[in-house]
């Protein structure tokens, strides 16, 4: 956006509208947005549209936004006859969106995926705003799939994603949070802070805020492995498991084992391997990090979109994979020909540029100006 144009976007407010939820992976893209807007221009306003009982609810206002709810689920697969209300409370969140939206008249809205989105952007689309879809997945959601028939432009994590009008896409990655950006250490003094050997191979696993049973129990039964060959572990447990296994297990000083991590940046930093769940944030983490990647996907996810994003890794050799129910019998094995190889830990870090986007959020940005200017 030339300087003109900026003068001319700052002589008034700008007013944006945002909706994405239900996860944190639809939640802080579309709030690493709105960060970045109002760096540009501080009198910014905007509003975010979420679905009430969600985590945006809360979420948002923490990030210091103003949000309003609506009602608005996803359909039930469980429970089929829970469905039959589900009709009215479309028409109804569809009724709210819009008045909501005609009451703040924004310049231009942002989907970002999950329920709320979908009324959001239909109702702003209808009302003739220019909006714009952010997909953090390899595979569309079918809210975004929807949307993107009517979007200015859809902003993705990867080069092509099914389900989306091919000159829509533009491939600029997915906004992650700031310290992730600007945190990442050497890696041997990421190792003396959190209190491990520089010179041992360390390893780091993440399950995702509320861990994975799954890469628990891979762990469980590669302790005496790990011991062996003296590898130091990360070990990130989720809430779930951290009771249960910090008082069963005897472990060395070399297996930290932690419930949460909040300082990610220095343990990804710290670690010369790492094993994680297959979320889109959590990819776009690992490749601004750039350390070899061992990519477990949750098998649950919708339309199993983990396993469509670690393929894509895969497929550059950026990554390797083992599948949720192969952990027994591929992942030690798996995990060994990283550790073990040197120059199979520089490829795929190598190989990982490709994916790593730290100036997602400012490339979304300049996109959306360039066309609302």
């Known amino acids: ?69 609506i009602d608005i689920a996803g359909i039930n697969r469980g429970n089929l006859l829970s469905n039959l209300g589900l009709p009215f409370k479309i028409l109804k969140s569809l009724s709210k969106s819009k008045k909501i939206i005609k009451n703040f008249a924004p310049d231009f809205a942002v989907g970002t995926g999950g329920f709320a989105s979908g009324p959001a952007l239909y109702e702003a689309s209808k009302l003739g705003i220019p909006i ?42 997915n906004p992650i949070r700031e310290n992730i950006i600007s945190g990442i250490q050497e890696t041997s003094q990421a190792k003396e802070k959190m209190g491990l050997d520089k010179d041992k191979l ?31 572990l990360i070990w990130q447990t989720g809430k779930l498991d951290y009771s249960e296994l910090s008082s069963d297990l005897q472990l060395p000083a070399s297996i930290q084992l932690k419930e949460f991590i909040k300082d990610m940046e220095t343990a990804y930093s710290a670690a010369d391997v790492i094993v994680s769940r297959a979320g889109a944030i959590a990819i776009s983490e690992l490749a ?33 994979m083992v599948k949720d129910s192969e952990m027994k019998e591929k992942f030690w094995d798996t995990l060994s020909e990283i550790c073990e190889n040197e120059k199979v830990r520089k490829e795929m870090s190598e190989n990982l540029k490709y994916f790593a986007k730290p100036n997602a959020a400012k490339e979304i940005v300049d996109e959306i100006f360039k066309v609302i200017k």
């Open 1 to 69: 956006m030339n300087s003109q144009s900026a003068d001319s976007q700052k002589s008034k407010s700008i007013r944006v509208l945002l909706s994405g939820g239900g996860t944190g992976g639809h939640i802080f893209p579309a709030i690493a947005i709105a960060d970045e807007i109002r760096k540009r221009f501080p009198d910014a306003e905007f509003l975010f549209i979420g679905a009430n009982g969600k985590m945006e609810m809360e979420k948002v206002p923490q990030a210091g936004y103003k949000i309003e709810g």
């Open 132 to 173: 714009f879809i952010q997909e953090q997945n390899a595979h569309a959601g079918v809210t975004n799939k929807i949307l993107s028939k009517k979007a200015k432009a859809v902003f993705t994590a990867y080069p092509k994603v099914e389900g989306f009008p091919a000159e829509k896409i533009k491939f600029l990655g």
């Open 202 to 232: 360390t390893i780091l696993s993440v399950g995702g805020s509320l861990g994975s049973r799954t890469l628990n129990n891979g762990w469980k039964d590669n302790l005496e492995n790990l011991k062996e060959k003296g590898y130091q």
């Open 288 to 320: 601004v990090a750039q350390k070899p990647v061992i990519l477990v996907p949750f098998p649950f996810a919708a339309e199993d979109h983990q396993t469509k994003n670690a393929i894509n890794l895969v497929e550059k050799n950026a990554a390797r």
